[in-house]
Nanobody, 124 residues
Framework: HVQLVESGGGSVQAGGSLRLSCIVS???????LGWFRQAPGKERELVAI????????YYAESVKGRFRISQDMAKKTVYLQMDSLKPEDTATYYC???????????????????WGQGTQVTVS
């Protein structure tokens, strides 16, 4: 049974930081992990992807230099450190895992076949 459980969301002022965490029950079976976000009325946006062994593969242009994805295999957890937050970062953030094939990790448009429930981030 695949479970992804996010935590760490909240409200913060612009310029502040938050760290999101996601515990992945099938961590060792996942080729890669990542984060998406979706703001009200907007399309879902892929934020970052990391291989399960630790190599980061992708960052959205909008977050490069401000966000950092990392992982802890022993804890079966993927993190998203978000610094210099902006109001436009306000969204529900979803953790995702890719269990089908490693190739999907390198195609951002196809990444992710399991999802968490999401955690809200609000920047004012």
């Amino acid at each position: 049974h695949v479970q992804l459980v996010e935590s760490g969301g909240g409200s913060v002022q612009a310029g502040g930081s938050l760290r999101l965490s996601c515990i992945v029950s099938t961590y060792t079976a996942s080729y890669c992990l990542g984060w998406f976000r979706q703001a009200p009325g907007k399309e879902r946006e892929l934020v970052a992807i990391i291989r399960s062994d630790g190599d980061s593969l992708y960052y959205a242009e909008s977050v490069k230099g401000r966000f950092r994805i990392s992982q802890d295999m022993a804890k079966k957890t993927v993190y998203l450190q978000m610094d210099s937050l902006k109001p436009e970062d306000t969204a529900t953030y979803y953790c995702a895992a890719e269990l089908r094939a490693v190739g999907f990790c390198y195609i951002p448009e196809k990444f992710g076949n399991y999802w968490g429930q999401g955690t809200q981030v609000t920047v004012s």
